[in-house]
């Protein structure tokens, strides 16, 4: 027991003297030790793929793979654009094949006779070529009073399942071969059927000039900008009330220089088939736009 303390005592005063070694070596001068240094983090680099390779095409140009999709909208007008190409196609063949019979016919308009000889005259060629006018007005026709439509977000189609073109075609064609077998008709019936002639041929000029006038017109609704879209749709407009004009003025010559013809038959039919419809459709107008 005696031989024990000596050893205790050597440890506490080593113990003792280990810690007054540490507190004297702490700084004594209150300052805050630094924190660690942080490890500094680079950004990650992202490197690019390289570029596709580029393979020649059937048209000996270049085309690039695994480019990302663009999204890409739908014209939902985009026919009007072939439409017009095709008119256009037509009337420079037509201008190409006929030239001398073209200039015959639009000429027969301002020569005194000259439509009562053009709807009298059984030449085929003359016929043929009158009928591929018409066909060029049927074809742009439709497109002209479907952009109207359009321009004063007014319904075009009537019927679900058929687009709007082909069903403007069809009442476009239906009333015009209506309107030229009610002519007929009352040539018929009031034995007048020269005049009626006549009438009929004129009808199909005014018609097919309006066809060729009413291309450059589309083309400028479709492709001109958005602040030219009202002159053009004055302008076709204006020229179809000028040709619509034109052609009545033909009935009405034809019409007044016949002695078989009564002057008062002539006023009733102009009343009740051309210029009611026309007044009617004007009043229409003005409901809707609220004029």
């Known amino acids: 027991m005696v031989s024990m303390m000596p050893q205790l005592q050597d440890t506490l005063i080593t113990s003792a003297s280990g810690l007054v070694s540490d507190s004297a070596a702490a700084p004594d001068t209150g300052t805050i030790a630094p924190l660690p240094v942080k490890a500094k983090i680079e950004p990650a680099v992202i490197v690019e793929d390289q570029e596709p390779e580029k393979l020649p095409n059937f048209f000996f140009s270049t085309y690039t793979e695994g480019l990302p999709a663009k999204y890409k909208v739908a014209d939902p007008d985009a026919w009007i654009l072939p439409l017009l190409l095709l008119a256009f196609f037509l009337t420079a063949v037509l ?21 009562r000889l053009l709807s009298e005259d ?14 060029i007005y049927l074809i742009v026709s439709p497109i002209f009073v479907y952009q109207i439509a359009g321009f004063f977000h007014w319904e075009a189609a009537f019927l679900p399942f058929m687009p709007a073109y082909g069903q403007l075609f069809l009442i476009g064609a239906g009333l015009l071969g209506l309107k030229m077998l009610i002519i007929m008709a009352l040539g018929s019936l009031f034995e007048c059927r020269s005049e009626a002639s006549q009438y009929i041929t004129g009808i199909v000029l005014m018609n097919a000039l309006l066809g060729v006038l009413f291309i450059p017109v589309s083309l400028g609704l479709k492709l001109a900008p958005p602040e030219l879209e009202t002159l053009f749709m004055y302008a076709g407009i204006g020229l179809f009330a000028l040709l619509y004009a034109g052609s009545l003025l033909v009935g009405v010559r034809a019409g007044w220089q016949s002695a078989a013809l009564s002057k008062f038959h002539l006023f009733l039919y102009f009343c009740t088939l051309e210029i009611i419809p026309v007044l009617l459709l004007v009043k229409t107008l003005k409901n809707v736009l609220h004029i």
């Open 95 to 115: 201008n190409a094949l006929f030239p001398r019979t073209l200039m015959l016919i639009f000429r027969s308009i301002t020569r005194v006779g000259g439509l």
């Open 122 to 135: 059984d030449n085929v060629l003359y016929r043929r070529t009158m009928a591929m006018a018409l066909l």
